[in-house]
T-cell receptor
Framework: NAGVTQTPKFQVLKTGQSMTLQCAQDMNHNSMYWYRQDPGMGLRLIYYSASEGTTDKGEVPNGYNVSRLNKREFSLRLESAAPSQTSVYFC??????????????FGEGSWLTVV | QKEVEQNSGPLSVPEGAIASLNCTYSDRGSQSFFWYRQYSGKSPELIMFIYSNGDKEDGRFTAQLNKASQYVSLLIRDSQPSDSATYLCAVSTSGTYKYIFGTGTRLKVLA
């Protein structure tokens, strides 16, 4: 059981380039999330998708777009990368009515550097 | 004021001691509270969740919740060097699908 899978794991971009972080979960979860984690800032929510077909902004959505392609996949796109977007990105998912009590499960992270 | 606040630490405790980690939150509508552990370079993993006021125990871990004071804590008994990590407090409000994390407390257990 792979859980939540993110690709790529590492990426270096030049300022102004675009890229898409891919995320897929095989746990039949309804909700999916994208967070970024920076030193001293904790995990900050970028976007989330409560269910297939819906997406909503989180705390720090500027400079990002998302697509909930289907129930399994939730991608994060940087249209014009900036050095301030250098961060570790985590995708996560959650199943409604999860017996663990609304627990979210994280992917392994994607390390992105913008130079 | 941040929605979820934690002392960044590091909190240093000797092996075998009790480590006490604290978290406060600002939204009185918050209903679910979580503690995650994160080792350096790894993703967060769930330790415990708690909904109701009082204590909840799981092995060496005890989560404590006081909604009136908007305070949640995690106690780690018989701390081990392998417990050295960053501990993240997370808060969720029913119906919003949002999870808000604190910045985490770094724990160092000294052998």
């Amino acid at each position: 059981n792979a859980g939540v899978t993110q690709t790529p794991k590492f990426q270096v971009l030049k300022t102004g380039q675009s890229m898409t972080l891919q995320c897929a979960q095989d746990m039949n979860h309804n909700s999916m999330y994208w967070y970024r984690q920076d030193p001293g800032m904790g995990l900050r929510l970028i976007y989330y998708s409560a269910s297939e077909g819906t997406t909503d902004k989180g705390e720090v959505p500027n400079g990002y777009n998302v697509s909930r392609l289907n129930k399994r996949e939730f991608s994060l796109r940087l249209e014009s990368a900036a050095p301030s977007q250098t961060s570790v990105y985590f995708c996560a998912s959650r199943k409604l009515g999860d017996p663990s009590g609304n627990t979210i499960y994280f992917g392994e992270g994607s390390w992105l550097t913008v130079v | 004021q941040k929605e979820v606040e934690q002392n960044s630490g590091p909190l240093s405790v000797p092996e075998g001691a009790i480590a006490s980690l604290n978290c406060t939150y600002s939204d009185r509508g918050s209903q679910s509270f979580f503690w995650y552990r994160q080792y350096s370079g790894k993703s967060p993993e769930l330790i415990m969740f708690i909904y109701s006021n009082g204590d909840k125990e799981d092995g060496r871990f005890t989560a404590q919740l006081n909604k009136a004071s908007q305070y949640v804590s995690l106690l780690i008994r018989d701390s081990q060097p392998s417990d050295s990590a960053t501990y993240l407090c997370a808060v969720s409000t029913s119906g919003t699908y949002k999870y808000i994390f604190g910045t985490g407390t770094r724990l160092k257990v000294l052998a």
